[in-house]
């Protein structure tokens, strides 16, 4: 009896701890915390492009776009402290000592966030008017200029989708998030592979007692037989 009593404590607590961790996974957060690397200082290649650098912010009298669907918002007041929103409304007190920069006629809204972005290019020799071009296809990275140009059209943070230079990527990504360069948050991405559905099915054989007890008679395995029927595209266009 003491046993079974035992048994069905712990089951019971055992339940409740994992509803408790479902609970608290559950529970809405603030995922910028988790995803978003802690804020830098801006090294000497960000400073030119940090216009303002005071510790208290106020934007005044300034048009605000929430992104969330709402009623667009005039005559409000921004006030941002160490880089994060402190307050917003119409009546906002502006704190003493804030650097108060009056937008009439201005609109605010969030960092846009780019869920399709390359940075390359595809460059074509000698492409006409019929986009018929000579070989070979080149396929330029843009690690200075397309952080630069995404930050100027408001991207703030963006996902690179399909990469030519993978590290180059990442380096740049590390660069960025440590102030050394400017540029927006990035999530990098892999090369793009454009293998056919009926290549993979071919290439992944069937998880039985066969299969896996029965090479080919070459001695390779039918995954190693079949992994010659992917083929992978050049860089895309």
């Known amino acids: 009896m003491r046993l079974a009593a035992a048994v069905a404590t712990a089951i ?5 701890g ?14 910028a915390q988790v995803v978003l690397p802690s804020p830098a200082i801006p090294g000497p290649a960000v ?23 709402g009623t667009v918002r005039d005559d409000q007041t921004i006030v ?6 402190a307050a917003i409304g119409g009546n906002v007190a502006v704190p003493a ?26 460059a074509r020799p000698n492409l006409d008017a019929n ?14 200029s397309a952080p630069r140009l995404y930050l100027a059209d408001g991207v703030t943070t963006l996902r690179t989708t399909g990469s030519v230079e993978p590290y180059t990527d990442l380096n740049l990504k590390h660069a960025i998030d440590a102030g050394k360069l400017p540029g927006p948050h990035m999530d990098v991405t892999g090369p793009i592979s454009k293998v ?7 290439c992944m054989p069937c ?15 039918r995954a190693s037989r079949r992994s010659r029927h992917i083929r992978t595209s050049p860089a895309p266009s």
Not at 98 to 119: K, N, Q, Y
Not at 196 to 202: A, D, E, M, T, V
């Open 80 to 85: 941002i402290e160490a880089g994060k929103i």
């Open 47 to 69: 400073q030119p492009y940090v216009s303002v650098s005071a510790p208290v912010v106020a934007l005044t009298h300034v048009r605000v776009i929430d992104g969330t669907g």
């Open 12 to 16: 019971v607590s055992f339940g409740a």
């Open 97 to 122: 000592g804030a650097r108060v920069i009056e937008l009439s006629g201005h609109t605010v809204f969030p960092g846009l966030v780019g869920m399709h972005d390359h940075f390359f290019y595809i």
């Open 207 to 221: 998880a039985t007692r066969k299969t896996r007890r029965r090479p080919w008679r070459s001695g390779r395995s």
């Open 196 to 202: 056919p559905i009926r290549s993979l099915s071919k």
């Open 18 to 31: 994992s509803i408790a961790a479902y609970a608290a996974l559950a529970t809405p957060r603030d995922l």
């Open 131 to 144: 986009m018929k071009s000579d070989p070979p296809r080149i396929v330029p990275e843009m690690t200075f």
